[in-house]
């Protein structure tokens, strides 16, 4: 931005300021609102930001190349998913034939969520999916076959619409008027812990932030599923935003919030648009209560799902996250109390109220209280989105739920958490998909994403791609994770192109150990599992890569670094 001061103003972008500067979190909405009108972010429109704002332009640059998705020069749109699931498509020409029908000119991106029907593109700023034939489609998220309490009414076509769902009784919980302490005592009474990946109890985080001196005090939803083969939530926003909406409600009351703000990753323009509808029919129904629901968009950063940085991409800042404590409950947004959970934990309030604790905790499997959304993709009959007992084992899960592998190949491997919680070997299939379990194992259940790898996949190589999603979306802010991250893919690009020599070799787990011990968040210390687990579980397939063989033919064809254009751009 070195010539940004001696461009001309832009009216027009001044008028979109205005417009947002009294709202509050202003920033993202300008941004995308410029960008949908010129294309990308011209130099003119980002001197009024800076001056209106107060921002000073390094800094406004700076957090606009942060993101993905907001571009400061006309280019294409076009590009294709590099996610676990699509890239486990990718592995025999399938690239090819989806680049073909983009165009010809497609850059690789992180999963945008579709795992359920790979393979998914962008083109024209829409997302499209089941384009493994080289053709373009789109549907909307699959509730699966439904459930007995989160997904109970989402199979219902105008569940969306405030009509269909109140029809259905929305609001009816809130509508009760319950007092604050009661609600409290059923959230503990039912054991509900958050379902956003780190399982920690509902009624202490709420009954935090609701004795905690100052004011005001915030909502926020973490609506940001960047977790890569994590696509859960997109289905409750997109068929059911009314659930979470009335779970936002009974919350702010009982917290003492007048504004709530569903933070929305990009990658979900429909549940964009449908949440937005459902807001502005709410409101003007009066249905929220007093509470002010503001639906804000991110650009693309994996790091947002972390819930400081998703503060500070609130409030207009760079999203690094912020060291701790204090914790948000103290000083979250804008420096005040602030509740921040995640859309599955907020949508499930209203059916525990309805049912009342004690039916809740008959829900899960031996003796675990409730049910539980898994994401389940890659090599199963049926992926999707299941409802289910929580606690069922993986094996219920791939086999019972998803029907299994295809034919004639067994399952050789399973992530957890989507690629967080590491891979898993076949003979843990047995394990139950709880908080507590897979923790034995130097796992984490995290946000309830599983892979399915079976035996025609090169785990070295399933293990590559995950770590090179790890390095570009680091945020650059801690050396351990930065420099870590990147080390680690150099060594696994060489293991699994042309060997590795044993000192090399040797670093790895030691980088890995520093990672895990060093890093500022959890993306730092979660993105080492995967090789960890590669090294301890699976050794002869590490063993005949080291000598620049691999088994299943994949990795001599698999470019190193497929996320070049977007590589590095944080960690400067």
Not at 282 to 298: D, I, K, N, S
């Amino acid at each position: 931005m070195r010539s940004v001061v001696l461009t001309p103003r832009d009216e027009a972008a001044e008028a979109v300021v205005e417009k947002w500067r009294g709202e509050p979190a202003p920033l993202l909405p300008i941004l995308h609102e410029l960008q949908d009108r010129d294309g990308h972010l011209r130099e003119a429109a980002l001197r009024v930001v800076a001056d209106r704002l107060r921002i000073e332009p390094g800094d406004l640059y700076g957090t606009v190349t942060f993101y993905h998705y907001f571009r400061l020069a006309p280019g294409h749109d076009r590009a294709y998913c590099d996610g676990p699931a699509c890239r486990l498509r990718l592995e025999h020409g399938g690239e090819t034939e989806i680049v073909r029908a983009l165009g010809g000119d497609a850059e690789p991106i992180p999963c945008p969520g579709r795992c359920d029907r790979p393979n998914a593109v962008m083109a024209g700023g829409k997302f499209f999916d089941s384009c493994e034939r080289g053709t373009i489609a789109n549907s909307p998220a699959s509730p699966a076959a439904g459930g007995p309490v989160i997904l109970r009414d989402a199979l219902h076509a105008d569940q969306k619409t405030l009509a269909g769902a109140r029809a259905r009784g929305a609001y009816a919980q809130f509508a009760r008027r319950l007092a604050p302490d009661e609600i409290l005592n059923t959230l503990e009474a039912a054991g509900l812990a958050g379902r956003g990946g780190a399982g920690f109890p509902a009624h202490i985080k709420w009954r935090a932030v609701k004795g905690a001196p100052g004011a005001p005090k915030y909502l926020v939803v973490n609506a940001d599923e960047g977790e890569p083969a994590t696509f859960k939530d997109r289905v409750i926003l997109e068929h059911d935003p009314h659930l979470l909406l009335e779970g936002v409600a009974i919350a702010a009351s009982v917290i003492g919030a007048a504004d709530a703000f569903i933070y929305l990753r990009y990658e979900y323009p429909e549940a964009l648009a449908t949440l937005g509808d459902a807001i502005a029919g709410a409101t003007a129904a009066g249905l929220l209560g007093g509470a002010r629901v503001h639906l804000r968009r991110g650009a693309g950063a994996y790091i947002c799902g972390e819930e400081s940085s998703l503060l500070n991409s609130l409030e207009g800042k760079k999203p690094f996250p912020r060291d701790k404590p204090p914790l948000p409950v103290h000083q979250g947004l804008f420096g005040k109390p602030t509740l921040i959970s995640n859309v599955e934990t907020f949508s499930v309030v209203p059916r525990i109220l309805e049912m009342g604790a004690e039916k809740w905790k008959t829900l899960g499997k031996d003796g675990r209280p409730g049910t539980k959304l898994y994401s389940l993709s890659g090599d199963v009959k049926r992926p999707g989105n299941y409802e289910a007992p929580f606690g069922i084992t993986a094996r219920e899960l791939i086999h019972d739920f998803g029907g299994g592998p295809r034919e004639d190949r067994r399952v050789v491997a399973f992530t957890m958490g989507g690629l967080s919680g590491g891979l898993l070997p076949a003979s843990e299939l047995d394990l139950p998909l709880d908080f507590d379990a897979p923790k034995k194992l130097g796992s984490m259940l995290g946000s309830g994403g599983v892979v399915v790898l079976d035996d025609s996949r090169c785990l070295v190589d399933a293990v590559r791609g995950t770590m090179e999603f790890f390095r570009n979306e680091s945020c650059g802010k801690c050396f351990p994770c930065r420099i870590g991250s990147q080390r680690i893919v150099e060594r696994l690009d060489d293991l699994a192109t042309k060997g590795l020599d044993e000192t090399r070799f040797k670093e790895l787990p030691e980088i890995a150990e520093l990672m895990m011990k060093m890093s500022a968040c959890g993306l730092g210390l979660a993105a080492p599992y995967a090789l960890v687990h590669l090294l301890r579980w699976f050794p002869e397939a590490v063993a005949a890569h080291r000598t620049g063989r691999c088994a299943k033919g994949v990795c001599a064809r698999r470019p190193a670094a497929l996320f070049a254009p977007l590589a590095g751009r944080r960690a400067g």
